[in-house]
Every structure is written in C-alpha cells, then in structure tokens.
C-alpha cells in the first residue's frame, strides 16, 4: 500500500471513530459534515461495500418500476446511482446530515430529500412507500433500533424493510427485541436474515453485518 493510500485510510478511520463516538444526533451530524467533502473518497479506500451490496436485496424483493423507495440514512447518496442503473427510478432519501445530502443530491438519482432523525417522527405518512432499505446506518453510534417503528409505518402493506445491522449493535442496542415486538403486533413478518459479512472489503475486517428482510403487514 502507498504511502497516499495510507494517510486516506488512516484519515477514514480517524472518521469513523468520531462518528461511532457521537452520544447525540447533534454530535453525530456534525462529525459527518467535518467528513462530508472526502467520505466517498475515503470509505472507498476501505473497500466500502453496503451501498452496493443492498442493491442486491433490494432487486431480490422489489421489481423495478415499483416504487417509491426511500433510501433511509442515504448519505451521500452512494446506493440512488446504482439502483438508477438497474431501473429504478422513484427514489426518495433521508438523512441527519445536510452536508452529506447536499452531495446526494448532486447525484441525479434521488426525487426527493429530506433531513430527518431516525428514532424521531418520519415526514411521511402511513404507507407511502413501496420499501425502504438502510445500510450502514443501524451501527455503533448512529440510529435506535427504535427508528424502525417509523420506518415500518410509513411503508405499505406487502412492502418490504430491507436494512443491514452491525454486529455489535444487534443485541446491545435492543433490535432483536424491536423485531419482535413488530411482528407481534402484526406489523411485520420475517422473509430473510443473512449470514455475517464483511462491510469493507478492503479493511477493518472485524466489522461484520447482517442484512434483514421483513414484509409489512
């Protein structure tokens, strides 16, 4: 590795430190605006892969044309680019950060952006979209498991919630219990839970996720 290859990853890992640091949405958002301008650039240097993965499962449960779509915690808007490609055309994006949407707008593939906190009332109403995907975004720091009652009220029914957890979030930060809890309230059902998974490809392999699928009910 360069000594230029170096300093971009030791940089994005000085980054995601202060972000997995954050104790409130407001430390949170403003670690990513400090990171904004050069997180694409950087996370790319890891070998950031969940924007691209998601795509994935995304297109496994949703045919292209059906839509909208919400790309929740979008961020710079890596995953809009891709699913554009593959034909969807009506996707929406919500973020903490107006610095990072500021770029994801810059990308031609969202309709619509919103600055809004997971965990916090949705600016959407009951069944509005087809599906929501998040990746990256229920992790060390970042959005409650609690966010997905939100999420999954604001999504139809027959729709699905396809979202990725980090490991060491999935028990420590209650989500097992909040999927309980939705589908005994009849709100969900389980369709796919994915084995553990490297979300850099290039570093930190310690870092490990799952992807979820369930359908509302």
């Known amino acids: 590795m360069s000594s230029e290859q170096t300093s971009i990853t030791e940089q994005a890992?000085?980054?995601l430190d202060l972000v997995?640091?954050?104790?409130?949405?407001?430390?949170?958002?403003?670690?990513?605006?400090k990171w904004a301008a050069t997180y694409d650039g950087e996370t790319a240097a890891l070998g950031y892969c969940l924007?691209?993965?998601i795509t994935a499962w995304v297109t496994r449960y949703v045919p292209a044309g059906e839509g909208p779509?919400?790309?929740?915690?979008?961020?710079?808007?890596?995953?809009?680019?891709?699913?554009?490609?593959?034909?969807?055309?009506?996707?929406?994006?919500l973020d903490l950060s107006a610095d990072m949407l500021a770029i994801a707008g810059s990308r031609g593939a969202y309709g619509e952006l919103k600055q809004a906190e997971l965990g916090s009332q949705l600016p959407w109403p009951d069944g509005y979209f087809r599906a929501f995907f998040s990746t990256g975004v229920f992790t060390i720091g970042h959005a409650p498991a609690?966010?997905?009652?939100?999420?999954?009220?604001?999504?139809?029914?027959?729709?699905?919630?396809?979202?990725?957890?980090?490991?060491?979030?999935l028990e420590a930060g209650g989500f097992h219990a909040v999927f309980a809890e939705l589908e005994r309230r009849g709100k969900w059902r389980p369709v796919e839970e994915s084995d553990w998974f490297r979300a850099y490809a290039v570093a930190e392999p310690e870092a490990q996720v799952k992807a979820f699928v369930f359908e509302i009910m």
């Open 51 to 53: 924007p691209f993965q």
């Open 146 to 169: 609690a966010g997905l009652h939100e999420l999954a009220r604001i999504t139809e029914k027959g729709g699905h919630a396809i979202f990725t957890v980090r490991d060491q979030v």
């Open 20 to 33: 997995y640091s954050a104790k409130t949405p407001e430390e949170l958002a403003a670690g990513y605006a």
């Open 13 to 15: 890992a000085a980054a």
């Open 69 to 93: 779509l919400l790309d929740a915690g979008c961020g710079t808007g890596l995953s809009g680019p891709a699913l554009k490609a593959l034909g969807y055309g009506d996707i929406a994006g």
